[in-house]
């Protein structure tokens, strides 16, 4: 919608137009009477232009064309007008901007005010309008005059996709003052000398799984469970601000600065939806485009935008890691003006945050403005008594029936409001208004568990008590709660209910089918044809808990898996993870569905390139029982498939190591340093090997997500392992199998700056090399790679005229092997040239250190400070800024700066293919910023401090420990002693 477009129709009553055409004008056809002068005042002028109706509605249509007398201004026509239909059962989002009574001043002129809100589903249907029902604006009267008087004519836009959806027509008396009703589009264009007019534009259906944005709020159906009542959705209970957090969140809302990231957390219960929801409703009603991202379509992650100030929400953001990390880069590099606010919604920000602020660079976290933690030590006493109170009125007032003396309710441990609310609704649908009503469970001691098998009860109670009258009264209790947790797995619509349980006969017979589907949208179907869920998260967390053959029912869900959608499934693997991680009916369930399906969820992940969301498998891996055998048997079968050097795999082949080795540390029978040497013999020590080889595995996967700490854990137990097997048996493979961990080991070290410990594993590592080599020489790249590590340790602990030597002795070799046609050694022979010229510039030999330079670069077929196309990203990063570096220090300003510039790109391309890598361009842009500032650029420098803030922060000393702690128990290994020691004390430089 452009506000440019919006005029001022006057033509014997007040009202609103939109301009159409340079000359031509769509308004209501009751503000331009018959007979009276018509004239049209654009938005931001001062002068009217007469006008002509030449168009107008038949029958009840209120609707007019104006052609003015002169053309209008060009800006105040949208040449990109797109127009909208939608059906009488939509609930899409919608504002439109017009000249309400309420805004006439004493001069007679009158202000805009703008009507933001959304469809009415069901409203308007025998007489084919539109009713759109406000979240805000004026809504008292004046005398009897409606506030709205005056922006009939107005243009009805979809918000944010702005579609045209039609105009406002004259408001009859009496109809409530937050609600306007509204000529479709598709009206007007039956009209066909309205099209001669127009031009016959294309008309899109505008659907609620088509639009990007979710209104905060829904309508509750006329029938719909008592769960529902407590559903944040449907707001049925008044708000309650805890701790002040709205306020805080519309603070944050309202900052100054363009795009930040918010976040609210806490557990299941604790009104997490509800109060995003409401800070939703509260910025519609200051004019913001404000809702649920619709995360159901998928283009929604990659259109969503508004010309309004736009706050966007994403409840379970867990389940979109890698799209969400693209939303992120996308919304942060938007130059338009208008604030934008991404919201946040999860239980914790874990590892699937670690996920996103990983893939941005730090973006995230760096955006990461507000996080609202609820917790529920935080429900006092006092906060209890008020929702007690709230729910009672509201609740009672809903069912129709007299409230309940809040002292008579009992909360018991109730510790988040949906437990109290739940305590609520119990009591008063114990007072009579079921038949047969039992003991109402609210005043009687109330657990969570007793809670939330009380509002089960009573939903069994209500969905059994339907079954006859669809035709279904021989289905027993548990085939009708599979049902129930089908729908509430997968939320399905009518039709992918019928396609599932025709495939699934042993829920549901053939005959049952379609009475079934009947049955459950009659029991939790929605307006738009979708069979919700029995209830809040909890309330259906808990259903799976209670039903005894969930993991059966799983597995012959995912066993019809074709049949299914991926959003579907996606809903199902993120439900079971959720309650997996409190309930272990629902954790076995998980488990045993990964143990069947695991190789083809894995195949599907690598075979497609084009998949997303691998946080849904890294989740449900994560949430799934780690001691389960079966699982672990197929991780170990399947973990080689996934390829090590896929950065969007990455996640996914870290977990899958981690479970593969629950059965090899079963089978191995203990920690090795246990095991007596008499018993370390054949299958024993085979078993050893292959868990040293998991390890190895693991560590590496950990190293490239960057957890250092982790990595190291697995490695160094992978080095007791191979140590301990190599001095007993000394054979070829486990000596080998020692000198790849001690080498990552050392690498691992290097990371986290225990530059003497590093040092220690490298002159380990290749002295073992140095063996090998001799007994096989196609070890001698891999010797290569040890001692141009070593010297790498030896140039960060302060040595670097010790590492000179090590360096050109790798450097010989992998020449060697170049002149006998081992081409594999080119790249390698790069690295040790590039890394001899880094330790000769510390002990100042610079002409040496630029021929190691150029050679390198030569090497794999590029000039230093030349812009390259190549896949050596590395290479290319590495060098420039190495030779940035020594350009500095001569005071050649402007090449160094070229160089930098290069070597920051190359790595930025780099990070983002591999997000490991992502601290090797922090250096570069620390590099660039010595440069600009040596070379007294200042502005530059700090424009780019304050854009790339995010990418220069260093770890701090804390971040160190905490990673170093992960390993503190295999501090032996390397200290080379019996004794543990702890590597916090360990000297840094």
């Known amino acids: 919608m452009r506000i440019n477009s919006v005029a001022e129709v006057y033509g014997g009553a007040s009202g609103t137009g939109h301009v159409l055409g340079q000359d031509l004008v769509l308004t209501a056809s009751h503000v331009v009477a018959d007979g009276h002068a018509a004239s049209v005042r654009t938005l931001g002028s001062a002068e009217w232009v007469d006008a002509d109706v030449i168009w107008r509605g038949t029958g009840d249509v209120d609707a007019a064309l104006l052609r003015t007398r002169r053309p209008l201004p060009s800006e105040t026509v949208d040449s990109s007008l797109r127009w909208g239909s939608v059906g009488t059962y939509e609930q899409i989002s919608c504002r439109v901007t017009g000249f309400p009574a309420v805004q006439a001043r004493s001069s007679g002129v009158r202000d805009t005010d703008t009507f933001c809100g959304q469809t009415v589903p069901g409203a308007g249907y025998k007489n084919g309008r539109i009713v759109i029902q406000s979240a805000g604006g004026p809504r008292d009267r004046i005398g009897s005059v409606s506030p709205w008087a005056g922006i009939s004519g107005g243009a009805v836009f979809s918000s944010p996709e702005s579609h045209l959806l039609g105009i406002v027509e004259s408001v009859p008396a009496g109809y409530p003052n937050n609600r306007l009703k509204v000529v479709p589009t598709s009206t007007l264009l039956k009209d066909s000398r309205f099209r001669e007019f127009v031009g016959d534009p294309a008309i899109r259906s505008v659907t609620k799984s088509g639009s990007v944005i979710h209104p905060p709020y829904g309508t509750l159906p006329d029938r719909h469970p008592a769960s529902w009542l407590l559903d944040p959705r449907y707001a049925v209970v008044d708000f309650i601000d805890d701790g002040g957090w709205l306020d805080d969140l519309t603070k944050w809302a309202t900052s100054s600065e363009r795009f930040s990231i918010g976040a609210i957390s806490g557990s299941g219960g604790m009104g997490k939806s509800r109060l995003a929801a409401e800070l939703a409703d509260r910025m519609r009603q200051v004019g913001w485009d404000a809702g649920y991202l619709n995360i159901d379509n998928v283009q929604s992650w990659h259109e969503v935008s508004s010309e309004h100030p736009l706050l966007i929400i994403i409840d ?412 007993k048996f000394g054979n070829f493979h486990d000596r080998r199998s020692l000198a790849v961990a001690l080498s990552h080991a050392g690498q691992f070290f290097r990371s986290l700056r225990l530059h003497d410990q590093s040092l220690r594993s490298a002159m380990r590592a290749t002295e073992l090399w140095r063996e090998l080599a001799v007994e096989d020489p196609k070890e001698r790249e891999d010797l290569a790679i040890a001692l141009t590590n070593l010297a790498d340790s030896l140039c960060s602990a302060g040595k670097p005229a010790e590492a000179i030597a090590y360096s050109t002795e790798a450097i010989a070799l992998l020449r060697s092997e170049l002149r006998q046609g081992g081409e594999r050694a080119r790249p390698r022979l790069e690295r040790a040239l590039s890394e001899l010229a880094h330790h000769l510039m510390e002990v100042g030999d610079v002409d040496w250190a630029r021929e190691a330079i150029t050679e390198a670069a030569s090497s794999v077929g590029f000039e230093v400070g030349q812009t390259v196309e190549t896949n050596r990203l590395d290479s290319v990063g590495y060098l420039n800024g190495l030779a940035a570096e020594l350009l500095l220090r001569e005071g050649e300003f402007e090449k160094a700066k070229s160089c930098a510039i290069i070597s920051a790109s190359a790595y930025g391309k780099y990070a983002h293919e591999y997000q490991g890598n992502f601290y090797y361009l922090r250096g570069s842009l620390q590099l660039l910023l010595r440069v600009l500032d040596a070379a007294g650029e200042a502005e530059d420098a700090a424009a780019m401090r304050a854009d790339l803030a995010h990418l220069l922060v260093e770890p701090g000393i804390e971040d160190y420990d905490k990673e170093v702690k992960e390993f503190e128990a295999f501090a032996h290994i390397i200290e080379g002693r019996g004794a543990s020691t702890m590597f916090s004390t360990a000297v840094r430089r």
């Open 316 to 727: 379970y953001a867990s389940r979109f890691g890698e799209r969400l990390a693209g939303l992120i880069e996308r919304l942060a590099a938007n130059s338009s003006g208008k604030p934008v606010r991404l919201l946040l919604v999860e239980r914790r920000l874990g590892a699937w945050w670690e996920t996103v602020n990983r893939v941005t660079r730090r973006r995230a976290q760096h955006l990461l403005d507000k996080h609202v933690v609820l917790r529920e030590s935080s429900i006092s006493p006092e906060s209890v008594s008020r929702h007690l109170e709230l729910a009672m009125s509201s609740l009672s007032r809903k069912l129709g029936v007299e409230p309940i003396p809040a002292s008579e309710i009992r909360t018991g441990d109730s510790t988040s409001p949906l437990l109290i609310h739940i305590s609520v609704l119990l009591a008063l649908r114990g007072t009579g208004l079921e038949p047969g009503g039992a003991e109402p469970l609210g005043r009687s001691p109330a657990t969570r568990e007793a809670l939330l098998q009380g509002l089960l009860d009573r939903e069994v109670t209500r969905w059994e008590a339907a079954l006859e009258a669809h035709k279904l009264g021989h289905l027993h209790s548990a085939q009708a709660g599979r049902l129930v947790a089908m729908a509430s797995l997968f939320s399905p619509t009518r039709a992918e209910a019928k396609v599932l349980l025709e495939r699934m006969p042993e829920i549901c017979s053939q005959p049952d089918v379609l009475k079934a589907v009947e049955w459950l949208a009659d029991m939790f179907g929605s307006e738009d044809g979708v069979i919700r869920p029995v209830g809040p998260d909890l309330v259906v967390e808990h259903l799976l808990e209670t039903l005894n053959d969930l993991d059966s029912l799983v597995l012959r869900l995912l066993d019809v898996r074709d049949a299914l959608t991926d959003a579907p499934r996606a809903r199902m693997f993120h439900l079971l993870s959720l309650s997996a991680q409190s309930g272990r009916n629902s954790r076995a369930a998980l488990t045993a569905a990964l143990a069947r399906h695991l190789p083809q969820l894995l195949e599907a992940e690598i075979s497609n390139a084009e998949t997303e969301d691998h946080s849904l498998l890294v989740g449900a891996l994560s949430a799934s029982d780690k001691s389960n055998i079966a699982l672990s048997r197929i991780a170990q079968q399947v973990a080689a498939s996934i390829p090590s050097d896929s950065e969007r795999l990455a996640e996914v082949r870290a977990e899958v190591f981690g479970l593969a080795i629950t059965r090899g540390r079963r089978r191995a029978g203990g920690g090795i340093d246990k095991v007596p040497d008499e018993l370390l013999v054949d299958e024993r020590a085979a078993d050893f090997a292959e868990l040293g080889r998991l390890l190895n595995e693991l560590g590496t996967s950990l190293g490239h997500l960057s957890r250092w700490g982790r990595a190291q854990a697995a490695t160094l137990e992978a080095v007791e392992i191979f140590s301990v097997l190599s001095a």
